[in-house]
């Protein structure tokens, strides 16, 4: 199976046996582990079709390589087509399920998206082509042709199984790359896929399980291991890319009027009750203070400002029940989407709270509690 995913933010863990296209080739742990239990798993049903008694382990352990080997060119398909469409591969990892590419960055457009899928897959189909006619080619019964064989089907069965139309899977971006050229929004074919993949998910259940036994056929130990584990990987990948379908979405309506709390600004000479006052005209709920030189340096604390006796405030300057900000810790309030969402992850390492300026006015007053309950699905 494979999955193109967006680069992580590190290399993934396992062994770099060596880099390609200016990626690092990643060898995950679980790969071993993969291959240990697939050999296992082929080797019953080799010995029944071949008849090679300990040969079958041999031919087992050849088709597993033959696989991850058939997984390791899909994935090397993706990095270079994606790269000669301007997405820089980071990272080919082999993992327990196959394999994946990651990219510095997003497709530019459906056009690009469907290309980079489609090599994958093409490439394998193409592979078992070349192995199929080799495998004809040679004396039948024989040892290298029940290997040539396996290298044909694992091929095949690669480039087949991705062009199911799910998502994680490479079918499922070429749904999603369809839908996006349709809709213009790549969005609605991200979901579109999405659910698809959980559809292809039950799929491979029912044709793995339910099938044989609807057929009086019972599935071996092995067989219900395996395609649990794959309904799995398949269903948990497709929730993922719904979960991050609806956060991206959160993003892109993000807006200061969104989650900021309206803010009047006044100077730090005036008193709580002149404070409360503007803000009660203006409509506002929040107060930003101003330094002498006009910059934001303070918010009010409400709390604090609500414990002042009336009779006091107007006597209490606001500097008494203030919160002081730093220096920076403010972000253009005509921003949106991901810029604003940029400009707040850099301006928050310096405060939880900031100032959205408009043309320099105070605006609005953003607290961190509030960004991420807007961008939670």
Known sequence: MSAQRPAPSQTPRGWVIGRIAGAPVVLSPSFLLAAVVL??????????????????YVVALVFVVLLFGSVFCHELAHGFVGRA????PTAFVLTLWGGHTSFGNAAPGPGSAALVAVAGPVTNLVLGGIFLAAARAVPDGSLIQWILWSGAFSNGFVG????????????????ESLVWAVTKDRMRGMVAAAWCGRVVAVGVVAWSLLWPLAQGRQPTIYTVIWTVMVAMFLWSGASQVLHGARQQRAVRGLSVQVIGRPAVAVGFQESVAAAGARAA???ASEV????????PSAYIDAAAASSVPREQAGLTPVTAVAVPLPGGAVVDGRLTGEPLLAALSEASRLS???????????????KTPDVVAALRP
């Open 39 to 56: 050999t296992g798993a082929f080797t019953p049903s080799v010995q029944a079709a071949t008849g090679l008694g300990t040969g079958a």
């Open 85 to 88: 469409r301007g997405q820089q």
């Open 160 to 175: 087949a199984f991705n062009l199911l139309p799910g998502l994680p899977l490479d079918g499922g971006q070429l749904l």
């Open 281 to 283: 005209a203006a409509g």
């Open 288 to 295: 930003v203070v101003l330094s002498p030189d006009g910059r």
């Open 352 to 366: 939880p709270v900031l100032v959205a300026l408009v043309d320099g006015r105070v605006a609005a007053l953003i």
